[in-house]
């Protein structure tokens, strides 16, 4: 029997098929959960779409069309970043890494061809070459506070640094990341290697885990995730990108404009929070429900998790007007589940969200 917490089935929530091409646990997500807080998982995120760009121009090229600066970005390192419709919305966010001579994108899955299409157009004359690498590597990622000690285990060199990346004997590369855990690594591997890969990993200590278990600490990370906590009116600072993958100071991107005027002289008009859902027996709000305020429309939901220790929680954009402690429900009518906005998520005089709640309460 699946296990259950607050009256719900682990594997039976909403949006739980966005990740349909992965496994979504190994048996026991909140077992899987509690390996990737106090040691380490491993999840398969072999869905995720990669694109390599090589050439020699290959940053200066990709400075002009991302948010982040990235025209002297060290081999071996890495970071993120988002490309922005011309009034500043949101439509693409991929994870950068540098290695060699080749820079990866790895993006949500399905969302390589209109990137590659768009970075395709334009190369116009620079020395570069896009190229569609999803069907080459496979990403692996190892999830928790001994990431280090497993990867030492399998023989891997760690990256020191926060996006740090090193190349894989045998092809492909590792990456440092800070989230969705206390500590992560994502590894890149050959497809023809994957399963080789996951045993090795697995026999050096990581816990086989699935991609519901990964949300889960990403939800509590707060994390966005596009598409699923961003909708067609998203700008960057509203989740949160602002830093993590938008530089305020580099040179012309398209929608740079809006960047700036919002990061000089306002506030973005939403926010990302941390919904706790009272729901027992209730239907959950799905991805794209509404939130509500005394029956008004305040905002809309995004991933919707169970986690170990929170119960049942989402992430949410709601109007920044919102208070703290307003009582909110979160979904359609027939459905609606009273919620809370968890008052550690946000700080007010902040346009960027603080770590996640776990990591402030000491629980990592």
């Known amino acids: 029997m699946p296990r259950r917490r607050g009256g719900k089935a682990v594997t039976d929530l909403p949006g739980a098929d966005n990740d349909q091409d992965v496994p979504a646990h190994r048996g026991d997500p909140l077992a899987e959960q509690r390996a990737m807080s106090r040691g380490a998982g491993v999840v398969d995120r072999g869905h995720r779409g990669v694109i390599a760009v090589t050439g020699p121009e290959r940053l200066g090229w990709l400075h002009l069309l991302l948010t982040q600066h990235v025209s002297e970005l060290p081999a071996d390192s890495g970071t993120e970043a988002l490309v922005l419709d011309i009034n500043g919305r949101v439509l693409h966010h991929m994870v950068v890494a540098h290695t060699a001579d080749t820079v990866f994108l790895d993006t949500e899955p399905g969302d390589v061809p209109e990137l590659l299409d768009y970075l395709k157009k334009m190369v116009f004359w620079s020395k570069v070459e896009p190229r569609d690498a999803t069907a080459e590597l496979a990403v692996l990622s190892v999830v928790g506070p001994d990431t280090a000690d497993v990867l030492a285990a399998a023989g891997v060199a760690v990256p020191e640094r926060p996006h740090g990346a090193l190349a894989l004997p045998g092809g492909g590369l590792v990456r440092r990341m800070g989230w969705p855990g206390a500590d992560a690594a994502d590894l890149l591997v050959p497809r023809d290697t994957q399963a080789a890969w996951w045993e090795r990993l697995t026999a050096a200590g990581a816990r086989p885990a699935g991609t519901l278990a990964f949300e889960a600490l990403r939800v509590e990370a707060l994390h ?128 960027t969200p603080p770590p996640g709640r776990a990591a402030q309460l000491g629980l990592r």
């Open 224 to 351: 966005p995730r596009l598409r699923v906590d961003t909708d067609d009116r998203t700008i960057p600072h509203e989740v949160g990108w602002i830093g993590s993958a938008v530089h305020l100071t580099k040179g012309c991107y398209r929608g740079q404009e809006t960047v700036a005027r919002v990061a000089n002289i306002g506030r973005p008009p939403r926010r990302l929070v941390l919904l706790h859902l009272d729901a027992g027996d209730e239907t959950l709000p799905v991805p794209g429900d509404q939130v509500q305020r005394d029956g008004r429309p305040v905002g809309r939901v995004g991933t919707v998790t169970i986690h170990h220790e929170l119960g049942p929680v989402a992430l949410a954009l709601v109007k920044r007007s919102v208070p703290v402690d307003a009582e909110l429900t979160a979904g359609e009518a027939d459905r609606e589940t009273p919620a809370r906005i968890d008052p550690t998520s946000y700080a007010p005089e902040a346009d």
